[in-house]
């Protein structure tokens, strides 16, 4: 079930997107499953298709899914498999400024290895 905070400072399309790798992660859904389109997503949840369609392209330039012309977008992550070194590095590129962040305000290596370890357990309990 995907839920959008309009009022987050987090715009819709990265909500959607981020919720759509979590239900992955959590085994909601699958390799090979294939997403609502476009259309049909934006309608069940109240946003614009254009939100929608930047979510779907965003997935597919991580290798997340892979939109296929009339099957519409197909989940090709798996999580058994290793990341590529492409996708380590594009991850690295995402998680330095994070990190940056962390470090300014003055949280040590151990506070941040426990903040992720405590988001990777609860993505799995949610």
Same mark, same amino acid.
């Given at each position: 079930?995907?839920?959008?905070?309009?009022?987050?400072?987090?715009?819709?399309?990265?909500?959607?997107?981020?919720?759509?790798?979590?239900?992955?992660?959590?085994?909601?859904?699958?390799?090979?499953?294939?997403?609502?389109?476009?259309?049909?997503?934006?309608?069940?949840?109240?946003?614009?298709?254009?939100?929608?369609?930047?979510?779907?392209?965003?997935?597919?330039?991580?290798?997340?899914?892979?939109? &296929? $012309?009339?099957?519409?977008?197909?989940? %090709?992550?798996?999580?058994?498999?290793?990341?590529?070194? @492409?996708?380590? =590095? +594009?991850?690295?590129?995402?998680?330095?400024?994070?990190?940056?962040?962390?470090? &300014? $305000?003055?949280?040590?290596?151990?506070? %941040?290895?426990?903040?992720?370890?405590?988001?990777?357990? @609860?993505?799995? =309990? +949610?």
């Amino acid at each position: 079930m995907i839920i959008l905070d309009p009022e987050s400072s987090i715009p819709l399309y990265l909500q959607l997107q981020t919720q759509l790798i979590e239900s992955i992660v959590r085994g909601d859904l699958s390799t090979g499953d294939t997403l609502p389109s476009v259309r049909k997503l934006a309608a069940d949840l109240g946003i614009n298709m254009h939100t929608v369609n930047k979510s779907y392209h965003e997935l597919e330039s991580k290798e997340i899914i892979e939109i &296929v $012309h009339k099957k519409g977008a197909v989940i %090709i992550a798996d999580k058994e498999t290793a990341a590529s070194k @492409k996708q380590r =590095e +594009d991850i690295t590129v995402e998680l330095r400024p994070v990190v940056a962040e962390a470090l &300014v $305000h003055g949280m040590k290596k151990e506070e %941040i290895q426990e903040l992720i370890s405590n988001i990777m357990l @609860k993505m799995k =309990e +949610d």
